[in-house]
C-alpha cells in the first residue's frame, strides 16, 4: 500500500455518479490525468461547504468531476458557472450534468473563458481555475475584480509536475504556472497557502474590495 493510497482509503467516499463519471473519463477522454480525482473533489466539496458561496466560477470544465463536486457543496439557490473551450466535450459534460443530483445548479459556457466571463453578470464569491496554464496570470487579473468582498480563489495545477523548480524546463505552461505563483505572492491584496495535494493546490483569499481601483498585478 502506498501513502496515496492510504489517503484515498481514509478519506470519505464519493457518490455512485462522480466514480461513474471518473471511470469514464479514463476509458473514454484523452487526458484522463485532467480529472481531480477522489481527494480532490472531496477537499473541493468541503472548501465549498466551508465558504458557502452563493456564486461559483470555474475555468475549465473538462469532464465536470469538479464541477460537480463544486455543486455537492452548494446549499440553496447557489450555482455555479463553468466555463470549457472544448466544444467536442459539451455532449459528455451535459450527460453526467444530467445523470447528477446537483445537475441543476450547474450552468455550463463553451468557449474561451476570456472571451466569455465578460458576458457573465454580477460577482462571484469563488472562482475555480484550471484552465490553459499559459494564461493563469490573466485569469487571475480577469476574475479578480469580479470576486465579491473577501472572496476566494483557487488555482489547480500549481507545482505542475514539480516543474516549478526545474531549472531545464521552459516550456511556456511551466512559465505561465511559475509567474501566476510569484503575481500572488506578491499581491498585496492576497492571503495564498499552497497545498502539495496531486499536482498543486493554491487557495487565494482576496482581503480587500476587489472592485476598488487598484493596478493589475505583474
Known sequence: MTLDDYIE?????EADNLWQLERETHTRLLYDHMCCGHVQGRLLKMLVTMIRPQRVLE??????YSTLCIAEGLTGDATVDTIELEDELEPFIRRHLNRSLVGHRVKLHIGDAMTVIPTLPGTFDLVY?????RHYCDYYNTVK???SHCGYIIADNTLWDGKVIDTDADDAQTRGIRDFNDMVLADPDAEVVMLPLRDGLSLIRITVDPTSPRPHIK
Open 59 to 64: 475555468l475549465g470544465t473538462y469532464s465536470a
Open 9 to 13: 482509503q481514509h478519506t470519505t467516499g
Open 145 to 147: 475584480p469580479r470576486l
Open 129 to 133: 481555475i484550471d484552465a490553459n496554464k
